[in-house]
């Protein structure tokens, strides 16, 4: 869908939603949160989604390498 927002979880400050072809950068402990109340649906991450996560509430979750 066009308007499901994409969550894209990385290290150095490159964190951040996409929504709609445009990219805002986001902090980490937001994109938990809007994980935990279901806003987000779609995890794209590396590593760093690995440890300290409770990703139960995701729809998907894609881990790249």
């Given at each position: 869908m066009a308007d499901?927002?994409?969550a894209i979880y990385a290290g150095?400050?490159?964190?951040?939603?996409m929504l709609a072809g445009v990219f805002k950068?986001?902090?980490r402990e937001m994109l938990k949160a809007k994980i935990s109340n279901g806003e987000i649906r779609l995890?794209?991450?590396a590593?760093?989604?690995?440890?300290?996560l409770n990703?139960?509430?995701l729809g998907t979750l894609i881990n790249l390498d």
């Open positions: 499901e927002a994409i150095g400050g490159n964190s951040g939603v950068n986001t902090p995890l794209l991450s590593d760093a989604a690995s440890e300290g990703l139960q509430r």
